[in-house]
């Protein structure tokens, strides 16, 4: 069974300006109330897109709505915030 919180509603000021609203993982229905959250609150244009996070590529992520592929970076968080959000999103695989 696909895990139901898998979404991310991911920000995007602009090329290589993106980054995920939140780092926890939310179900469809949950991200975009937050989608329309974020457009309604921050009165703006800038566009939000309801994204999973892309199989192989750490910290890319892949729009649901559009398949577009969009690179996130740490953006607002703490380092040690996104750091810690990209090893539980994209595990490091182990040596062979």
Same mark, same amino acid.
């Given at each position: 069974?696909?895990?139901?919180?898998?979404?991310?509603?991911?920000?995007?000021?602009?090329?290589?300006?993106?980054?995920?609203?939140?780092? @926890?993982?939310?179900?469809? @229905?949950?991200?975009?109330?937050?989608?329309?959250?974020?457009?309604?609150?921050?009165?703006?244009? @800038?566009?939000?897109?309801?994204?999973?996070?892309?199989?192989? /590529?750490?910290?890319?992520?892949?729009?649901?709505?559009?398949?577009?592929?969009?690179?996130?970076?740490?953006?607002?968080?703490?380092? /040690?915030?996104?750091?810690?959000?990209? @090893?539980?999103?994209?595990?490091?695989?182990?040596? /062979?």
């Amino acid at each position: 069974m696909t895990n139901p919180a898998r979404y991310y509603c991911l920000a995007v000021y602009g090329f290589k300006k993106c980054c995920p609203v939140h780092l @926890d993982p939310y179900t469809k @229905d949950n991200v975009e109330r937050a989608k329309r959250w974020q457009q309604i609150g921050s009165g703006s244009a @800038d566009p939000y897109h309801i994204v999973t996070a892309h199989p192989t /590529e750490r910290g890319t992520f892949v729009s649901v709505e559009t398949g577009a592929h969009f690179e996130a970076s740490q953006m607002a968080f703490t380092k /040690e915030a996104w750091n810690a959000f990209l @090893d539980r999103t994209w595990p490091s695989s182990p040596a /062979e």
